[in-house]
Nanobody, 119 residues
Framework: QVRLVESGGGLVQAGGSLRLSCAAS????????MGWFRQAPGKEREFVAA????????TYADSVKGRFTISRDNAKNTVYLQMNNLKPEDTAVYYC????????????WGQGTQVTVSS
């Protein structure tokens, strides 16, 4: 059974930082592209960042470029999202997701962790 468990969310003031973690189990972690998504109240879920399984190519949404950094530790089956210079508009539930090497969509999702940025 595949499990993705996020942690590290919380309440932070604007300009502050948080580091999210996502621990994966039940899958061959190093074979999956890992992504972070977020969903704010009343809005659609949106892509935040992703890191591939192989050479660890990273991609980011324009709204977080230069502020967020995605990384992974295949030995720990964990993916991270370092979030700096947080803004109130970053407030959302953040979800971790996993996509198979040959897949076009994400196959597995975590339960989410709340990030709230106060102004």
């Amino acid at each position: 059974q595949v499990r993705l468990v996020e942690s590290g969310g919380g309440l932070v003031q604007a300009g502050g930082s948080l580091r999210l973690s996502c621990a994966a189990s039940g899958l061959t972690f190093s074979s999956f592209t890992m992504g972070w998504f977020r969903q704010a109240p009343g809005k659609e879920r949106e892509f935040v960042a992703a890191i591939t399984w192989s050479v660890q190519t990273t991609t980011y949404a324009d709204s977080v470029k230069g502020r967020f950094t995605i990384s992974r530790d295949n030995a720990k089956n964990t993916v991270y999202l370092q979030m700096n210079n947080l803004k109130p508009e970053d407030t959302a539930v953040y979800y971790c997701a996993a996509k198979r090497r040959s897949g076009s969509s994400y196959n597995y999702w975590g339960q989410g962790t709340q990030v709230t940025v106060s102004s």
